[in-house]
């Protein structure tokens, strides 16, 4: 079984920035896309992020685009998300995902995910 170990997250101002990262257990992490979601109070989870088991390609909500990257380090078997001109909106917890369907086209699909972490709190004050 795979776990995923978020961290990182915290209270921070409106235009400051944080990098979120995410530890997996396993020896198959390289093989698998990662995902990054996120849930604020009220509302249903939504997409954020992705990218591919090679890190080659990346995927965005439009809502973080030119602001928020993923990254991964398949050595240290360990994706991030670096999150800048942070805004209020953005407060949420943050879950990390994997996806060990290894040949479907990394996907925005929370259902296509089949590990997540335990989340880590981001508050962006105004």
């Known amino acids: 079984q795979m776990v995923l170990v978020e961290s990182g997250g915290g209270l921070v101002q409106a235009g400051d920035s944080l990098r979120l990262s995410c530890a997996a257990s396993?020896?198959?992490?390289?093989?698998?896309?990662m995902g990054w979601f996120r849930q604020a109070p009220g509302k249903e989870r939504e997409f954020v992020a992705a990218?591919?088991?090679?890190?080659?390609?990346?995927y965005y909500a439009d809502s973080v685009k030119g602001r928020f990257t993923i990254s991964r380090d398949n050595a240290k078997n360990t994706v991030y998300l670096q999150m800048n001109s942070l805004k209020p909106e953005d407060t949420a917890v943050y879950y990390c995902?994997?996806?060990?369907?290894?040949?479907?086209?990394?996907?925005?699909?929370?259902?296509?995910?089949?590990?997540w972490g335990q989340g880590t709190q981001v508050t962006v004050s105004s």
């Open positions: 995902a994997a996806d060990t369907l290894i040949y479907r086209l990394t996907t925005r699909r929370q259902g296509d995910y089949d590990y």
């Open positions: 396993g020896r198959s992490f390289s093989s698998y896309a």
């Open positions: 990218i591919s088991s090679s890190g080659r390609s990346t």
